[in-house]
């Protein structure tokens, strides 16, 4: 039976997370990691046994866990593949995690994957397939998804629409959730040249039920490289987005350069201030 | 132009470096191109560099780099999972290093190990376990018996010590000598617990494992052991080596 995402709507939940990352595994596998959740990379768990999936099990013990992919590749005009996704319900029947997110983005042709998240055209074609692609993934999920706004280093000339008009689009035909990444947003701003702030406007509040906060590469063309703190411009964003959302997960990407724990934690804690200050000022 | 037709040609790009780009396609989105094929190579040979640590130490990450961007040229990524983009990389350096077959034999014993560390769970059967399942077997069913291994074994062979360079490999100065062996040998890799490991093998047993890992049951080992090393020694050796590896935590079942 198809999944509607309508009636099974994904609860809210409020809370300040990380990733697991190796380096940090032995605090988090004790318990003693100061978060209201962790977020790991599904692909990283999708095999058939061994440390990974015992580490993943007793972390899930301690915390709540999400599972984020990078694979999913809704945005494939060949579809998506059945056997990821049923893998993939595997991992999630057995982690029974918070939610199931992946981006929006395609990742592969029928002949090759290029374990990078491409940019879509932002067309109505390409919004089809998008679409039937999540209903799709979330029937064999049996769960609504949520899906992040991806960062990107180039536009199409073929584009019919806006990335924000494209995801609200999106959000309102198949029903799933969203994973609002405030720093692609900013990356995607400078490179494009469009209003960070309109952009966010733009979106279905009600949706987002989950916020990435990152760091990346200044430069002509900004990266989107999580080896950094996040920077001034998107904690401000941050703020500016707070007022705007209600309860939402808030989760720290680091996938390179990782600093120790407690560097991680410090920057949670900004993050709770600064979500703390916005909905004080926006209950004012 | 279609999706589909646009998404092939945007992969063929990444792909390959020296592929046109979209007429019309200004600096700036070329540009972004440059990325994105940056990002691709960056991200795979990464992840091949995780996988073949120690042969990127024995052959140097310049030459390691070189060596997986042409594997990754030669067999681009079909799967979604990063874990296999290193399928075959063994054959491509037997290739690029015709001279130094060390290398490829190294490769082999990484994968084998990457394999491993993911392979399914199994439960080895112990002594007590073993007797519980064979106790009622007839000579008949001795002869008939499965072995069954543990997920993630396999056999690598090779004509040098790789013992003694996995080892020196994982030390923070290593030596160069020859590793060469008198003889080929079969490294022996499976998972005991959590932990990938491996262990030289001699003749019989590799023949023994061999024959195992293939399907043949316990009777028709015995006849490969009998045939190529005499009645005494062959049927002798075909009960040592199931104790063998019953303590070694490398039988998941028995069956008939």
Do not use: K
């Not at chain 1, 200044?218 to 996040?230: L, S």
């Not at chain 2, 998972?191 to 491996?198: H, S």
């Amino acid at each position: 039976m198809a999944h509607d995402p309508m009636a099974h709507d994904i609860p809210p939940f409020s809370g300040f997370g990380l990733g697991l990352r190796r380096e940090h595994y032995p605090d988090f596998l004790s318990g003693e990691a100061a978060v209201d959740f962790v977020e790991v990379i599904s692909e990283n768990f999708m095999v058939d046994g061994g440390r990974p999936l015992a580490v993943l099990e007793q972390v899930r013990a301690h915390y709540p866990v999400i599972l984020h992919g990078v694979s999913l590749s809704v945005g494939s005009a060949h579809g998506v593949d059945t056997d990821y996704l049923a893998r993939l319900r595997t991992l999630a029947d057995r982690i029974e995690p918070l939610w199931v997110s992946d981006h929006l983005c395609w990742t592969r042709t029928s002949a090759h994957n290029s374990h990078d998240l491409l940019p879509l055209p932002y067309t109505r074609e390409a919004l089809d397939v998008v679409c039937d692609n999540i209903g799709r993934a979330q029937d064999a999920l049996g769960r609504t998804i949520l899906l992040e706004n991806p960062s990107s280093y180039l536009t199409f000339p073929e584009d019919e629409m806006a990335e924000w008009e494209f995801i609200a689009a999106m959000a309102q035909r198949t029903g799933c959730a969203l994973l609002l990444d405030v720093n692609n947003v900013h990356v995607s701003s400078r490179n494009h040249g469009f209003d960070a702030d309109a952009y966010i406007a733009a979106l279905p509040h009600d949706r987002v039920r989950q916020v990435h906060l990152a760091g990346h590469t200044p430069g002509e063309i900004v990266i989107d490289t999580h080896d950094r703190a996040v920077c001034d411009d998107v904690w401000a964003l941050y703020q500016r987005t707070m007022r705007l959302l209600g309860p939402v997960a808030t989760m720290i990407e680091r996938d390179d350069a990782i600093p120790p724990l407690a560097e991680l934690l410090v920057e949670l804690d900004q993050a709770r201030a600064l979500d703390e200050g916005a909905r004080v000022r926006e209950a004012a | 132009m279609t999706l589909a037709r646009q998404q092939a040609a945007f992969m063929a790009q990444v792909l390959d470096e020296e592929a046109a780009l979209p007429p019309g396609w200004d600096a700036r989105r070329a540009a972004g191109m440059a990325v994105y094929r940056n990002n691709y190579r960056t991200a795979l040979v990464e992840a091949m560099r995780a996988t073949y640590e120690r042969t990127a130490r024995w052959v140097g990450e310049a030459a390691f780099a070189r060596a997986a961007a042409h594997h990754l040229i030669l067999l681009p990524p079909a799967s979604w999972t990063l874990d296999v983009v290193g399928r075959g990389f063994s054959y491509t350096l037997a290739e690029l290093f015709a001279r130094d077959p060390e290398v490829p034999e190294l490769a082999a014993l990484e994968w084998a190990m990457h394999c491993a560390f993911t392979a399914a769970d199994a439960v080895p059967l112990d002594g007590a376990g073993l007797a519980a399942a064979t106790a009622a077997f007839s000579d008949e069913d001795w002869g008939a018996m499965q072995v069954a291994l543990v997920p993630g074994t396999v056999l690598v062979p090779a004509r040098h010590n790789l013992a003694a360079l996995w080892q020196a490999l994982g030390e923070d100065a290593f030596a160069a000598p020859d590793y060469a062996l008198a003889a080929p040998t079969d490294w022996l890799v499976w998972r005991e617990g959590l932990n990938p490991v491996f262990r030289q093998t001699d003749a019989a047993e590799a023949l023994a494992l061999a024959a195992v890992l293939r399907g043949a049951n316990f009777g028709d080992m015995c006849a490969e052991l009998v045939a190529r090393f005499g009645e005494a020694v062959g049927v002798a050796r075909a009960g040592a080596l199931l104790g063998q590896w019953i303590g070694d935590g490398l039988v998941a079942a028995v069956s008939r």
